[in-house]
């Protein structure tokens, strides 16, 4: 063996000893990477917990994700928001992936997450639900305040039969209210908004300790002649009458738009700079949350299959663009320089914090 093949030989040797160090020093096993690779193996089905109200919105952003990517669906579960948020922020490996509510997290859900070390959530936007009092176009207009359409249509209200016990004779005679059932969401959004706030520093409510029992008896709605109730929206728009008002969603408010004008709550229309700037009452904005901890970083493919892609979807003009899927049902969409923050912070998964 000449000198220069036993010097080749020696070079081979310690670059041999040297990867030898080097993953023994990374502690890198390339020999075991198969099994950790399996037990590590990321779940391919997306968990989402909604509740009643925004499971419309829920499905829509689930069966759109799934074509968009050619993933499984998104598996959407029906759960009180609270509850939601209380399985959400169990532990980082337990509970949904994803909450649709149609409230911000609060204080104390977000403390709970960060006691349980439910890791880094991040904070998507996506619009804002709204409820429309309308009346039929060919007829006269009203402009109300909280307190008059918490007698309107409250249980503890006064009940004026009379439109003219109502102070606006001029719209018609006897007061005609056509409701969609409880669980609607504009009904939701009424007794949240408009109902409840209205309430809460009446005579006898602000006294109740009982934070329940005030929900209870400002949301509840009358049940005498004045209110037609458990009605379709599309049914409420087709049966209104002269003299008589309609609780319906945007979406078929802006769909039947001919045909029908809104209430006035205060003087304030529903429109996009009224919703957005919160001068319009009888609006919400829904949140998406997702557990960044269970996402791909860079560092590898994430616990769960498809969920930064979920994410950055949601943020992106395919689902909250005004022509996207949630505006085509209905909800009112944040301008396009919020929209653009919201998806530079969900690109980056920049932690929520309140």
């Not at 990867?19 to 075991?32: C, E, I």
């Not at 579960?77 to 980082?92: G, H, K, L, Q």
């Not at 309430?199 to 509840?220: E, H, K, N």
Request: with cysteine.
């Amino acid at each position: 063996m000449t000198f220069e093949t036993r010097s080749t030989h020696a070079k081979s040797a310690r670059r041999l000893a040297m990867l030898a160090v080097a993953t023994w020093l990374l502690g890198v096993a390339p020999f075991t990477a198969p099994a950790r690779a399996s037990s590590e193996k990321p779940r391919e089905v997306i968990t989402i917990a909604t509740s009643g109200q925004t499971a419309v919105v829920s499905d829509a952003i689930a069966a759109a994700f799934a074509a968009r990517f050619e993933a499984p669906i998104p598996r959407v579960t029906e759960t009180p928001t609270r509850s939601a948020f209380d399985e959400f922020c169990s532990a980082v490996n337990a509970g949904p992936d994803v909450v649709v509510a149609g409230r911000r997290m609060s204080h104390a859900e977000l403390g709970r997450c960060r006691r349980a070390e439910a890791g880094d959530i991040v904070e998507i936007p996506i619009g804002y639900e709204v409820a429309v009092f309308v009346t039929r176009r060919d007829g006269p207009a009203l402009d109300l305040t909280p307190d008059q359409l918490f007698d309107l249509v409250a249980a503890n209200g006064s009940r004026p039969a009379r439109w003219a016990d109502a102070g606006v004779a001029e719209f018609g005679e006897d007061v005609r209210v056509l409701m969609p059932p409880p669980d609607d969401p504009a009904f939701d959004i009424i007794r949240e908004r408009i109902l409840i706030m209205a309430c809460r520093d009446r005579p006898g409510i602000r006294d109740m300790r009982d934070a329940a029992s005030r929900t209870t008896a400002c949301g509840s709605i009358r049940d005498d002649a004045g209110i037609v109730s458990e009605l379709d929206q599309r049914q409420i728009t087709r049966t209104l009458g002269r003299g008589a008002v309609g609780l319906v969603g945007n979406s078929v408010f802006q769909h039947d738009n001919a045909n029908l004008q809104p209430v006035l709550i205060d003087g304030e229309r529903p429109t996009i700079l009224g919703v957005v700037s919160g001068s319009y009452p009888a609006a919400r904005p829904l949140f998406v949350y997702a557990k960044a901890d269970r996402m791909r970083n860079g560092r590898g493919r994430g616990k769960v299959r498809g969920l930064r892609d979920l994410a950055e979807f949601i943020a992106g003009d395919e689902i909250i663009g005004p022509q996207g899927v949630l505006g085509r049902l209905g909800l009112i969409m944040a301008p396009a320089e919020r929209r653009v923050v919201t998806r530079m912070r969900t690109m980056a998964l920049v932690p929520f914090n309140r």
